[in-house]
Nanobody, 123 residues
Framework: QVQLVESGGGLVQAGGSLRLSCAASGIIFSINAMGWFRQAPGKQRELVAYIIGGSGGSTNYADSVKGRVTISRDNVKNTVYLQMNNLKPEDTAVYYC???????????????WGQGTQVTVSS
């Protein structure tokens, strides 16, 4: 199996910063893509940022976070980071890590989710 463990969430005032981390472990042959989604109460889960390929891969950001958020990846540590600056109350949500992983057993790609980490931004 593959596990994704997130960390770095918490409570921060508007205008503050947080850095989320997500470490993947398990039967990993390679990771084709990693990223972050979020889900606020009463809303659907939405993309925040995604990186396809390795640490120098292409990135994709939601319009609502462009210019405030940076996604990066450490290929050696199988970890993806989300640096969030100038946080706003509307960024409050549970943030979920997602990874597209080729597993060692079958060499097939599967999608995995972390357990989520709460980010709360107070006004």
């Amino acid at each position: 199996q593959v596990q994704l463990v997130e960390s770095g969430g918490g409570l921060v005032q508007a205008g503050g910063s947080l850095r989320l981390s997500c470490a993947a472990s398990g039967i990993i042959f390679s990771i084709n893509a990693m990223g972050w989604f979020r889900q606020a109460p009463g809303k659907q889960r939405e993309l925040v940022a995604y990186i396809i390929g390795g640490s120098g891969g292409s990135t994709n950001y939601a319009d609502s976070v462009k210019g405030r958020v940076t996604i990066s990846r450490d290929n050696v540590k199988n970890t993806v980071y989300l640096q969030m600056n100038n946080l706003k109350p509307e960024d409050t949500a549970v943030y979920y890590c997602n990874a597209r992983v080729v597993v060692t057993t079958t060499r097939k790609e599967y999608g995995y989710w972390g357990q989520g980490t709460q980010v709360t931004v107070s006004s």
